[in-house]
T-cell receptor, first 116, second 113 residues
């Protein structure tokens, strides 16, 4: 398929462990976004990549969260020393890029993270 | 900063009922406005959008009009179906390049046969 893919689809971890979440964007999409969907908080922006650089990291909730993108394609969101409040669905979206009004973010199916 | 406020849910309707889901926003400048839908077990999908004041977005029988004077983008459908049962999110986006989406908290719609 040509859509955004994310892995794993589900992740259960113990408090204090580190986790890595992966996003494969649509081929050719230069912009990539991470969002978090948690109960009671709705959908929150985490970080945005343009190519391999991250001009907007303003949504990362703490320094335990980091993300990288390599080769202008795959992105990994890493959460260190996970806490129970990190439990959420982490969504990735990609976009062709540019400023056109027709641009659209395409979302992946998400990774459901549960921290015990 | 930008923000989006949606009416509280959940909403339960009978099939063929009229649907209105309220959405208001706060933003500097002139954002684009969106409705996204998340069907059970599926990812988030764009339902419709409007990019300037008085624009009407429409798709699958749903409509929403960008009202700058009331800073609103209410979603309407004249006759809902069971298949419309989903979570609906209102969102906005600044007009700058590759800017992030700001979402409302979402509302769950259940349609009874």
């Amino acid at each position: 398929g040509a859509g955004v893919s994310q892995s794993p689809s589900n992740k259960v971890t113990e408090k204090g462990k580190d986790v890595e979440l992966r996003c494969d964007p649509i081929s050719g999409h230069t912009a990539l976004y991470w969002y978090r969907q948690s109960l009671g908080q709705g959908l929150e922006f985490l970080i945005y990549f343009q190519g391999n650089s991250a001009p907007d990291k303003s949504g990362l909730p703490s320094d335990r969260f980091s993300a990288e993108r390599t080769g202008g394609s795959v992105s990994t969101l890493t959460i260190q020393r996970t806490q129970q409040e990190d439990s959420a669905v982490y969504l990735c979206a990609s976009e062709l890029g540019g400023q056109g009004l027709l641009r659209e973010q395409f979302f992946g199916p998400g990774t459901r993270l549960t921290v015990l | 900063g930008n923000s989006v406020t949606q009416m509280e849910g959940p909403v339960t309707l009978s099939e063929e009922a009229f649907l209105t889901i309220n959405c208001t926003y706060t933003a500097t400048g002139y954002p684009s406005l969106f409705w996204y839908v998340q069907y059970p077990g599926e990812g988030l999908q764009l339902l419709l959008k409007a990019t300037k004041a008085d624009d009407k977005g429409s798709n699958k029988g749903f409509e929403a009009t960008y009202r700058k004077e009331t800073t609103s983008f209410h979603l309407e459908k004249g006759s809902v179906q069971v298949s419309d049962s989903a979570v609906y999110f209102c969102a906005l986006r600044d007009t700058g390049a590759n800017s992030k989406l700001t979402f409302g908290k979402g509302i769950t719609l259940s349609v009874r046969p």
